[in-house]
């Protein structure tokens, strides 16, 4: 065994010595060789054409959008500044003018509003408030009563959609739509009480 371990040696010795370092050295050689004579210039021409292209293609586009940019889009800008200045203060002074005179008409717009763009304003507490939570019917509550009074619950029934809502499931969207629907009329139907006392007095 002792042999055949001390040949197993030399062997790998020897092809280490004849085969793998000269096969090194070679390898090592090509590597500069393709480094010096090809991947530098390479690089080199590389960095020639994108100087070129920055100079010939880059800068004229940049200073073609600048001057697009102080041609065209400045003197728009300027106009939008004017309009705002001339039409928007005048009417910011209209509308503080009409809180003024109609206080109750602008709380029923602005509430009528938030709660069109966030019913889940209204929608939440006023399930929480009548009994349908985030975990299922309070005890004691409203909700508690109907569902004692009618037994089994419907899937799709109007109970089972306001739990769901109030559960956050597929109800939420019907009764934020329903939330949405009233809080517009109420805006409108606002609107058409303000309309009629401006037009009768």
Same mark, same amino acid.
């Given at each position: 065994m002792a042999t055949l371990l001390n040949n $197993?040696?030399?062997? $790998?010795?020897?092809? +280490?010595?004849?085969?793998?370092?000269?096969?090194?050295?070679? $390898?090592?050689?090509?590597i500069t060789s393709f480094s010096a004579n090809q991947l530098g210039p390479a690089l080199a021409g590389a960095a020639i054409g994108l100087d070129v292209f920055g100079k010939e293609k880059v800068i004229p586009a940049m200073l073609e959008a600048g001057k697009f940019g102080k041609e065209k889009i400045g003197p728009k800008v300027l106009e939008v500044g004017e309009y705002v200045r001339e039409n928007a203060g005048p009417a910011v002074k209209k509308t503080g003018e009409y809180v003024k005179e109609n206080p109750g008409m602008t709380a029923v717009y602005a509430v009528s509003g938030l709660t069109i763009l966030v019913p889940g304003l209204v929608?939440?507490?006023?399930?929480?408030?009548?009994?349908?939570?985030? $975990?299922?019917? *309070?005890?004691?509550?409203?909700?508690?009563?109907?569902?004692?009074? /009618?037994?089994?619950? #419907?899937?799709?029934?109007?109970?089972? /959609?306001?739990?769901?809502?109030?559960?956050? +499931?597929?109800?939420?969207?019907?009764?934020?739509?329903?939330?949405? +629907?009233?809080?517009?009329?109420?805006?409108?139907?606002?609107?058409? #009480?303000?309309? *009629?006392? *401006?037009?009768?007095?």
């Open positions: $197993l040696t030399t062997s $790998l010795s020897t092809t +280490g010595k004849e085969q793998v370092l000269p096969a090194l050295n070679s $390898l090592s050689k090509a929608s939440g507490p006023a399930l929480w408030v009548f009994g349908w939570g985030g $975990l299922g019917v *309070r005890g004691g509550s409203a909700a508690a009563a109907i569902q004692a009074s /009618t037994g089994n619950i #419907i899937a799709g029934s109007g109970f089972a /959609t306001l739990q769901s809502a109030g559960m956050g +499931g597929y109800g939420v969207a019907a009764v934020n739509g329903v939330v949405q +629907g009233c809080s517009a009329a109420v805006g409108g139907i606002g609107g058409l #009480i303000g309309l *009629r006392n *401006r037009t009768v007095t």
